[in-house]
């Protein structure tokens, strides 16, 4: 990991490291247009096609409904799959909106009211690894909203078969169809609807270049398609003080570096942070993960910085925006109204970013690529609608008359001022 000393760097170099590496879209949505129109005029045939041409085989059926299912699993992982549910279930059954009433001025009551989203997709990445913990983090605040109807799309798995871990999870949360199959097919099929995909009104999740394409193309076409938010790959910056452990840190910076060669791991710390101790500890944890190569590919383009104070930590956090910001600080909670621009955050260094990505309770659907400046991670309310809806008596109408008919004259709208002095007329 490239190491940056604060003070050195120049206001257009701080720029430069809180920008992303730029992706490349246009070549990856030369693959997924066509893939898109043949799903679009073809359906579940055109699914299949490319679900075999990418993934080697193509399920028969095509989808299959959780309700048919016995899903399999050994207690161990049942019981972390339930508890992970429960606390993740309890979080954002906590986050379900309350109807709300306001009576701005005598007789005129205005409201609002939510609904749930009918139909949703959540897509289940499973080209590298099967992702259990995303199905509860998309499926539970789905449930939780009451959508009518919850499509579920993931690659074929092993022995062409979705994991019984899936299929358990689907049937909890009252999913209706299990697509096998991924990328932009998958996510077209959604989008358009074919004969076995019900077509859905907003498309959720997680996924690889191919599959983030897809939903961006489908978000502004015909399909009228919404989307969670725009993603790429996994992000984590962790900033540390004297007293944090360097084991801990280079656990957690490689926890999110084994995602995928392109996740991004970043360390802002104090120059009496042991830097030594964690370079070591970054050599010998990474011999031991399985996916080694992966993080290692990531380090390389991930970079730290020595600070002189943890304000200057947290004003680059701040420009930088991670999905996850971790505080290895010595009174982390006192940071908290220092932080405007971050995913999710894991304060102390008992909190590592992993207890968020599965069981905590809170949610690991979050913006990446800066996009926390301005977007928040999945929640209930990501799966509602808000309906607002007002009731006027004679006199709450009559209260409002002159500034509503003084307004539609300004605008030179005859017809909406008329619309209330007739009905005051008599
Ligand atoms: N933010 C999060 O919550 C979160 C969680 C886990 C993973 N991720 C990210 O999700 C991504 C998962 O990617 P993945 O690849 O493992 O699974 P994926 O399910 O997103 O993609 C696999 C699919 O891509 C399609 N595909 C593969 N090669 C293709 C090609 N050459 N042309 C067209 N389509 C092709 C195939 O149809 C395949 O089924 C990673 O980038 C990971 O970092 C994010
Ligand atoms: N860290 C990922 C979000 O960036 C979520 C995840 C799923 N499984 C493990 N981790
Ligand atoms: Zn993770």
Redesign the pocket.
């Known amino acids: 990991m490239k190491r940056y000393v604060y003070s050195e760097l120049t206001e257009k170099e701080i720029a430069k490291l809180c920008k992303r590496p730029k992706m490349h879209f246009d070549d990856i949505f030369e ?2 247009n066509p ?1 898109i129109d043949d799903v679009r005029s073809e359906g579940d045939k055109a699914v299949s096609r ?2 075999r041409k ?2 080697g085989a193509a399920p028969e059926p095509l989808t299959l409904s959780p309700e048919d299912e016995a899903p399999v699993l050994n207690d161990e992982i049942k019981e972390a799959i339930d508890t992970a549910f429960k606390n993740i279930y309890r979080f954002h059954k906590a986050q379900l909106p309350n109807a709300m009433e306001v009576e701005t001025m005598p007789g005129v009551r205005c409201m609002r009211v939510t609904r749930p989203i009918e139909r949703v997709g959540l ?7 099967m ?1 259990p913990s ?1 199905l509860m ?1 998309l499926g539970i605040p789905a449930a939780l909203a009451g959508c009518r109807e919850i499509v579920i799309a ?2 074929p798995g092993k022995d062409n078969l979705v994991a019984d871990e899936l299929t358990y999870i689907a049937k909890k949360i009252g999913a209706s169809v299990i697509l096998q ?6 996510i077209a099929a959604m989008a358009f609807g074919t004969e076995s995909v019900p077509k859905v009104n907003k498309i959720f999740g ?6 983030t394409a897809a939903k961006m193309q489908l978000q502004n076409s015909e399909a009228q398609v919404a989307i969670d938010m725009p ?1 790429g ?2 992000e984590v910056l962790v900033i540390a003080d004297d007293y944090a452990e360097p084991v801990y840190v280079a656990a957690d910076l490689l926890s999110q570096a084994e ?2 060669s ?2 991004q791991v970043v360390l802002l710390a104090t120059k009496g942070f042991d830097w030594d101790q964690c370079k070591q500890e970054l050599d010998k944890q990474l011999e031991q993960l399985p996916r080694k190569k992966m993080a290692e590919k990531a380090l390389n383009h991930s970079f730290s910085i020595e600070v002189e104070s943890l304000e200057q930590a947290f004003n680059f956090s701040n420009r930088f925006a991670p ?1 996850h910001l971790i505080i290895q600080c010595e009174s982390a909670e006192s940071h908290v109204d220092e932080i405007y621009s971050a995913g999710s955050v894991f304060l102390g260094k008992w909190s590592p970013e992993s207890a968020g990505d599965y069981a905590s309770g809170t949610n ?3 913006p ?1 690529y800066g996009y926390a400046r301005m977007y928040s991670g999945v929640s209930v309310d990501s799966f509602c609608k808000y309906i607002t809806m007002q009731h006027l008596s004679k006199e709450g109408l009559k209260n409002i008359a002159s500034s509503v008919e003084r307004l539609a004259q300004l605008e030179e709208l005859e017809g909406h001022r008329r619309a209330v002095s007739l009905r005051l007329e008599e």
């Open positions: 693959v997924v893939i490319y679900t990418f993934d897509y289940v990445p499973g080209g590298t690894a992702l995303t983090m993931t690659p199959s991924g990328g932009a097919q998958a997680p996924g690889n270049q191919y599959v993603a790959p996994s995602h995928g392109d996740s999905e690991h659907t979050l990446t």
